[in-house]
């Protein structure tokens, strides 16, 4: 069981929006603006789309953004492409120096 | 661009010890936190701790009896040991920069990650 909770699955068509969501406790999201989110496709190295809640690294589309609200993180992916069908990971730092992910989200592009 | 490359056994027996090495390329491992991260299969993410170029760790609670890792600046690489293994521990293990370097508290740079089977 994942620290953080994220929904197993979202879709979306092309050029539509997704939003995936990511639910903590007051010890991690709640407690800092620590969250990030990774893009994974399988067989290749995660890639950091989103830190510290709504920063993007150099060379990440603004089509990805975060936000945060209490507890809750969320991860947006406007105008969807058939290159974001991935997993997506959300992570945040908790309390005593530690940091936790979620389940992950795995995103179908109909 | 730095590259992180994992390597060591890819089969360990139960209660015997996992050992795996990072080498960090096209780049200095000073002055970083890296951190190890594992994935069991259809499973999340799972940080397990991490080691600063000075030496100084930080490691998963739930983890942290059975983890040990180190760092080697002279050979820009790294390495984690994780004791008495048991299949729980089966995984794909990778080497990630962070937290706490450029991104905060993100982990900007993964390598490919290496499976581990704890099995007999």
């Known amino acids: 069981q994942s620290a953080l909770t994220q929904p197993p699955s979202a879709s979306g068509s092309p050029g539509q929006s997704v939003t995936i969501s990511c639910t903590g406790t007051s010890s991690d999201v709640g407690a800092y603006n620590h969250v990030s989110w990774y893009q994974h496709h399988p067989g290749k190295a995660p890639k950091l789309l989103i830190y510290e809640v709504s920063k993007r690294p150099s060379g990440v589309p603004d089509r990805f953004s975060g936000s945060k609200s209490g507890n809750t993180a969320s991860l947006t992916v406007s105008g969807l492409q058939a290159e974001d069908e991935a997993h997506y990971y959300c992570?945040?730092?908790?309390?005593?120096?530690?940091?936790?992910f979620g389940g992950g989200t795995e995103l179908t592009v109909l | 661009q730095v590259y992180l490359q994992e390597s060591g056994p890819g089969l360990v027996k139960p209660s015997e010890t996992l050992s795996l090495t990072c080498t960090v390329s096209d780049g200095s491992i000073n002055n970083y936190y890296w951190s190890w991260i594992r994935q069991p299969a259809g499973k999340g993410l799972e940080w397990i701790g991490r080691?600063?170029?000075?030496?100084?760790?930080n490691y998963n609670p739930s983890l942290q009896s059975r983890v040990t890792m180190s760092v080697d600046t002279s050979m820009n690489q790294l390495s984690l040991r994780l004791s008495s293994v048991t299949a729980a521990d089966t995984a794909v293990y990778y080497c990630v920069r962070g937290p706490g370097g450029p991104t905060g508290e993100a982990f900007d740079i993964w390598g490919q990650g290496t499976t581990v089977t704890a099995s007999s």
């Open positions: 080691v600063y170029s000075s030496g100084s760790t």
């Open positions: 992570s945040s730092h908790a309390v005593n120096r530690n940091w936790v």
